[in-house]
């Protein structure tokens, strides 16, 4: 499903259908029927093709949140000064990208899994996430592939006591996300300083996959952090 | 020819002020107007995607201030007017002009409270004292809101700061309840489960805090069922309206009716020994 696709062109996947059609000359269709939903939209270009790839699952059904949180289905307990690689599952979203002159436009987001939303931190001063509540796996697990993505995440405990882990919290603006035809991973660390308080970050470098578009950047003057600070609890 | 040319533009007009002097006061109204009209338009252009509407605005209005006090300082040292003179004289007249316009000034000095406070921003869904709308602007001397049937209200800002203000969106969440009343016979908990299942697929339901759903009431026609759900400020309204049709069209899919208000009639039958 992933990787550039010369238009038109056709893909049928978990009762979904995409496709372009040629509706005259520089003129396409786009549709999308999912469910009972059918999107069209009639592209002007002269694109010669499209790229199919996963990005930040924080978009759908519309962009609210620059955060991803992830709550373990069992809590972990680390003990200090301790370094364990876990490995859990993270929603995955599609996006349909344009490809002009090397600047490809998004066109479409679709996922096959239905999005969720959690507050992390108080209302005042916490921010809202997309969520997922995932396994805790210590060995790669193999995922419904195209549902969910695999995420590694390097637990450091720096902290002079245990620490319990009961959820992570990532930053879409720093998110690097890998895939080839059989899996779309993630690599991240999470540095333990408290009891409560952590930081996230991406890694930006899987050997072997193919790197993913990214959506959401910082602007350039933005002093938008990469890095997620997890104050209000792990 | 020239002689006379140069008489009349150094000729007195007022108090010192000759016709050279209201040509320089012209210019530079003139350009301080062009000028701040080229940089509010390339902030606006340059910063509009990396700052928020509130800050912009904040920032175009210290600019259009900074401009104005350049210009009429540059004005007052044309005209010959002492700024040492005009403060003496300034904090005399400020006296007099403080007692007669003593609703300006409470108006400006409240404004500038209400800047460095902010209790309310540009954009953000308000309630003051029972005005309900949207501050379109946030000025020095008074707030300007858009209702919800689009009308627009000036309010002086001395108002806006002495009074309750509500703010719809300053937190991140909100709750929004309903109270679903379904009838004696039905059962309550397929009830909950059944909303508690729609609830579930819906995105900007918030996970955590989650949503309650309980046995409230046990009221004169129905059971009511109450539902507490928060949803991210942006969308609660959307969600609100969304719903509660839905869980109404579902319950009766699945065997679940609304109560109606109903009263039942005992009558005696003195015959039959049986009351009906």
């Known amino acids: 499903m992933f990787g550039k696709k010369k238009i038109p062109f056709q893909i049928e996947k978990y009762e979904t259908k995409l496709q372009i059609v040629s509706h005259g000359e520089k003129k396409f269709l786009y549709q999308r029927e999912m469910n009972e939903t059918k999107i069209q939209k009639t592209l002007l270009t002269n694109a010669e093709e499209v790229l199919i790839c996963p990005i930040e699952p924080v978009m759908l059904p519309k962009e609210i ?38 600047d490809p436009e998004l066109i479409d987001v679709f996922s096959f899994v239905t999005p969720e939303y959690s507050l992390y931190g108080d209302p005042r001063s916490g921010v ?16 419904e592939f195209l549902k969910y993505g695999i995420i590694s995440v390097l637990l450091e405990n720096n902290h002079s006591h245990f620490v319990q882990i009961n959820q992570i919290l990532f930053n879409a603006f720093g998110m690097k996300i890998f895939y080839d035809e059989r899996t779309i991973e993630m690599k991240a660390k999470m540095k333990i300083t408290d009891k409560t308080m952590a930081e996230t970050d991406f890694i930006s470098r899987i050997s072997g996959l193919k790197k993913s578009q ?7 003057l933005s002093i938008s952090s990469t890095k997620a600070l997890m104050m209000e609890g792990l | 020819m020239i002689e006379k040319f140069n008489s009349l ?21 003139i350009v301080a107007i062009f000028v701040t009209r ?22 175009l ?11 009429t300082i540059w004005i007052l040292s044309i005209v010959g007017l002492n700024l040492s003179g ?20 409470g108006n400006l000095i409240s404004g500038i409270f209400l800047m460095i406070e902010r209790p309310l921003k540009i954009g953000e869904a308000v309630n003051i004292n029972g005005t309900i709308g949207i501050i379109e602007n946030i000025s020095i001397l008074s707030t300007v809101l858009r209702d919800y049937d689009g009308l627009q209200i000036r309010m002086p800002n001395e108002n806006v700061f002495t009074s309750k203000i509500t703010n719809y969106v300053s937190n991140l969440v909100r709750r929004f309840n309903y109270v679903v009343g379904i009838r004696y016979e039905d059962d309550a908990n397929d009830a909950i489960a059944i909303i508690q299942e729609i609830l579930q697929t819906e995105p900007f339901v918030l996970v955590n805090p989650a949503p309650l759903v309980f046995v409230d009431e046990l009221g004169d026609s129905s059971v009511n069922i109450m539902v507490k759900i928060w949803a991210p400020v942006s969308e609660w309204y959307a969600l609100k309206q969304k719903l509660l049709w839905q869980i109404k069209k579902t319950l009766e899919e699945k065997g679940i009716e609304i109560a109606f208000p109903q009263c039942v009639v005992w009558m005696e039958n003195k015959n039959s020994n049986n009351k009906k």
């Open chain 2, 86 to 105: 005009l403060l003496v004289a300034g904090g005399i007249a400020g006296i007099v002009i403080g007692f007669a316009s003593q609703s300006i000034v």
């Open chain 2, 61 to 71: 209005k210290i600019i259009n201030y900074t401009i104005m006090i350049i210009a």
């Open chain 2, 9 to 29: 533009i150094q000729k007195e007009l007022l108090g010192g002020i000759t016709l050279v002097d209201v040509f320089q006061i012209i210019i530079i109204i």
């Open chain 2, 38 to 59: 080229i940089i509010r338009l390339y902030i606006r252009r340059q910063m509009k995607a990396k700052l928020n509407k509130d800050q912009l605005e904040l920032m």
């Open chain 1, 128 to 143: 809202i996430c997309r969520y997922c509540k995932s396994p805790v796996y210590y060995k790669k697990p193999v995922t």
């Open chain 1, 65 to 102: 949140s620059n955060h991803l949180l992830i709550e373990l289905e069992d809590p972990i307990f680390l003990q200090a000064n301790l370094k364990q690689k876990v490995y859990l599952q993270f929603p995955i979203e599609i996006g349909v990208f344009l490809e002009h002159d090397s």
């Open chain 1, 214 to 220: 990214e959506i959401i950047t910082p602007k350039k």
